[in-house]
């Protein structure tokens, strides 16, 4: 039996050797504060050369990598984010014991960095990539290596171009269906870089693209202004746009009348003529290596005809968005405990905010116990709303909404309403501020919410076509924000046809059995229908997001009855789009669209033309007729015109006689030799030149030879 203190005593030992044992188990599992280090010089890529670097491991670790092992993920920049624009092929092992890593890294791989200009190179392997031993375990840490050093490129643009639709609601090919250019307007492209030399800048492999923005499809245009075809000059060269650069792409589809098919339209872009198109750069390089990709703006303006007055009959003074205070307290069962973080509470119609209707949209912040909110103003929220492009707006306080706010609750009434079609607002980020909050929350803490909201009504702009009395007139329907619009069945009515005949002055109609052979019948009810969307029939296709439809008067079609040919007239039927509730259930919104399926497509089209609205084209008021209407004269006769403006030269487009002529005092001569069947009367002001300040009458003969 063993004494106490001799048991006391091994008692003491065992604690040692149990105190020792669980050090050494401490110190296995303990992280290394360094646990490799650089062994070699820093990387500095600065051209397309292979470059090694070498990493020594510490704390007894070992390096667990497989020879030619990919490590091209292994490179950050400063912000922990991945170096290059590609995880593999860059970097690979090409060396490895169990102390020491080398890698090399092929800068002529590389396809971009993730930085607009030089940055930090660092390294960061994962946690497999060391071995733990009996000493120390590692944890994934980084170490900077070296720098890259490529030029940043900026660019700024004003690039103007314009087009005038003479009373128009689009371009014609009367008047010239390509945009023109402002020549002092340009995008300039700016290379810094220290020291950097022009020499060095490749630029033969750049592109320029159409990207991707609000209220436009890149489907839908061609630019054919895609290279960079300036020299530089201190890092500097220009890049423009000329007549034709930039058409609207129909597509493989036949259009055989040039007055129809998709056009420029000045309900185009934001619903009042502005297109505003992002165009991107890339494929610059600086010895060898890649330049970041960048994008700039062009504003595309069509105009000649001011939808005000449609937009009232439309929409008439509008439906205003009022704020409804009412408290929410007694929908929030439980509030927040003290100390713990406001609630916020969004209520309004549908399933998101919608900043295009005619509700307001509430946030309420329910608040904890410990904070008394009563003392908040206006202008102590903020919000914004941001778009995919990268456009922000802010709201306006006591404006664009209001506040109601007590001890334990705040209501954010927005009554904003949106009426442009670009930008389109995706975001909504609510903030407010602290400094008025009594309690124990921080008064400098400031908190936000951002929702996912919904800025603009899925539309459709008739942009072409229009005229039904002309055979082959194509009239296209551009729909804007259907996520999932891939076939015309969703969206149009099917289209057929009956064939019909006089025979012995009674209407008959064909019946048969196969395409070609088949008998009278006396009613459409008994009549054959036939598939009337066809190449030689309506045509009706989707390109892109646009319907085409082609306008078929007194199409025939030969059939055979009683063993003889007959000659029968077609009678179409179908083609039209069809309205929201009547179209797929299955459409949906891309973001921050909402589908309206109350109203037509077409319903909002004139949106933008409300009389709220002070921008968009105002035009020189031309007498006896102005706007869309068309204006009869006789062949040898003439008619004096006048414009408001007291300052106006009067000029002619279209006119084929040298004998057609308007006088310095706006009287209009019709030529006897005039051949063309439509003029177009030009009012530009003397006093300001901007394209606004053009109006136009269309005449045309009403005695063609």
Request: net charge negative; aromatic share 10%.
């Amino acid at each position: 039996m063993l004494s106490a203190s001799l048991l006391t005593g091994l008692v003491a030992i065992n604690g040692l050797i149990a105190g020792g044992r669980a050090g050494i188990l401490y110190h296995r599992e303990a992280a290394c504060t360094s646990p490799y280090q650089l062994q070699s010089d820093t990387l500095a890529i600065d051209d397309t050369s292979a470059q090694n670097l070498t990493l020594q491991a510490n704390c007894g670790l070992k390096w667990k990598v497989e020879t030619l092992a990919d490590v091209t993920s292994w490179f950050i920049d400063c912000n922990d984010n991945l170096a290059f624009n590609q995880s593999t092929t860059v970097a690979q092992a090409v060396v490895v014991d169990s102390s020491t890593l080398t890698i090399q890294l092929d800068a002529s791989q590389i396809a971009g960095f993730s930085t607009n200009g030089p940055g930090a190179l660092k390294v960061l392997p994962p946690s497999g990539a060391l071995a733990t031993t009996g000493k120390a375990s590692y944890e994934p840490a980084s170490l900077a290596v070296g720098s890259y050093s490529i030029p940043k490129l900026t660019v700024q643009s004003n690039i103007m171009g314009s087009a005038y639709t003479h009373a128009k609601s689009t371009l014609k090919e009367l008047f010239g269906i390509n945009v023109t250019y402002d020549p002092n307007t340009m995008a300039l492209l700016d290379l810094e870089l220290p020291e950097l030399e022009d020499a060095a800048i490749g630029y033969d492999d750049a592109t320029v693209s159409l990207a991707g923005g609000d209220g436009y499809y890149t489907t839908e245009y061609t630019l054919n202004a895609d290279r960079l075809t300036g020299s530089w000059l201190n890092g500097r060269t220009s890049y423009s746009l000329q007549e034709g650069d930039m058409v609207i792409n129909t597509g493989d589809y036949l259009i055989t009348d040039d007055d129809s098919g998709r056009e420029w339209s000045c309900l185009g872009g934001d619903g009042q003529g502005n297109y505003i198109f992002n165009l991107e750069v890339a494929g610059i390089t600086y010895n060898g290596l890649p330049v970041a990709a960048a994008q700039f703006r062009a504003h595309i303006y069509i105009y000649g005809y001011n939808y005000t007055s449609d937009a009232a009959t439309k929409y008439g003074a509008g439906t205003p968005v009022d704020a409804v205070i009412e408290p929410l307290s007694d929908k929030v069962s439980n509030p927040p405990t003290s100390g713990a973080e406001p609630i916020f509470t969004w209520v309004g119609e549908g399933e998101k905010p919608n900043l295009a209707d005619a509700f307001a949209d509430d946030v309420y912040i329910t608040w904890p116990q410990d904070t008394d909110a009563s003392a908040l103003e206006a202008c102590d929220v903020e919000i914004v709303l941001s778009s995919l492009s990268g456009d922000r707006a802010t709201l306006g306080p006591d404006l664009d909404y209001v506040i109601n706010t007590s001890s334990n609750e705040t209501q954010i009434a927005i009554t904003l309403q949106n009426w442009a079609f670009q930008p389109v607002y995706t975001e909504m980020t609510v903030t407010v501020a602290g400094a008025r909050l009594q309690g124990t929350r921080p008064a400098a803490a400031a908190l936000s919410k951002t929702y996912d909201i919904a800025s603009v009504f899925v539309y459709l702009t008739q942009q072409g076509g229009g005229g039904t009395t002309v055979d082959g007139t194509v009239t296209t329907y551009s729909f804007y924000g259907l996520a999932n619009l891939t076939d015309v069945s969703q969206i149009t009515v099917p289209s057929n046809y009956t064939l019909s005949t006089t025979v012995d002055g009674v209407t008959q109609y064909f019946a048969g059995t196969t395409n070609s052979t088949g008998v009278y019948v006396n009613s459409t009810a008994a009549a054959t229908v036939f598939d009337g969307s066809g190449v030689e029939d309506l045509n009706v296709q989707l390109i892109g997001n646009t319907v085409y439809v082609t306008t078929r008067i007194n199409a025939t079609a030969t059939k055979t009855v009683d063993g003889e040919p007959v000659t029968f007239t077609k009678a179409y039927n179908g083609g039209a789009t069809l309205s929201p509730d009547a179209a797929s259930p299955y459409l949906t919104g891309e973001p921050g669209y909402a589908i309206n399926r109350t109203a037509t497509w077409i319903f909002h089209e004139k949106w933008a033309w409300q009389e709220s609205i002070k921008i968009g084209w105002g035009g020189i008021d031309v007498q006896p007729y102005t706007g869309k209407f068309e204006w009869e004269m006789d062949k040898g006769s003439s008619q004096q015109f006048t414009a408001n403006d007291p300052s106006v030269t009067w000029s002619l487009l279209g006119n084929e006689s040298n004998s057609t002529t308007v006088s310095s005092n706006g009287t209009l001569f019709y030529a006897s030799d005039e051949t063309s069947a439509a003029i177009a009367l030009i009012a530009t002001s003397t006093t300001d030149k901007s394209y606004a300040g053009q109006g136009c009458v269309n005449v045309v003969s009403s005695i063609l030879a």
